[in-house]
């Protein structure tokens, strides 16, 4: 799991994310990167709304996120803020679909 220093909890840091970050769009997820704080760790937040499904399923697609997230994150380039959305079809996708879906994203905005 991402540590406290890597999670995005504030909703002003999510909502500047998505408005003034970079867009990357996937079948599964749409990804923001947004770069905030050179010093400061990579960040990340998640959003999984009821359209996914229920309660069950939006923590399962939830936890697969981080997952990822928490796999990528010693490549990803300090200070990067990042929001990833779910999209309704990240319910019913397996997770190496769902992997490869934000890996891409990250890698094309967010690696080193």
Do not use: W
Request: hydrophobic fraction near 40%; glycine fraction near 8%.
């Amino acid at each position: 799991m991402l540590a406290k220093p890597n999670r995005l909890t504030r909703g002003s840091d999510y909502k500047a994310t998505v408005r003034r970050g970079t867009r990357c769009a996937g079948t599964h997820a749409v990804t923001y990167v947004g770069s905030v704080d050179e010093d400061g760790p990579a960040r990340f937040g998640f959003i999984v709304s009821k359209q996914v499904g229920s309660a069950v399923t939006r923590n399962t697609v939830r936890r697969r996120l981080k997952a990822v997230c928490a796999e990528a994150l010693p490549s990803v380039r300090g200070g990067a803020s990042v929001v990833i959305r779910a999209l309704p079809s990240s319910a019913t996708a397996d997770y190496a679909s769902l992997r490869s879906d934000v890996l891409r994203c990250l890698q094309r905005k967010a690696f080193v």
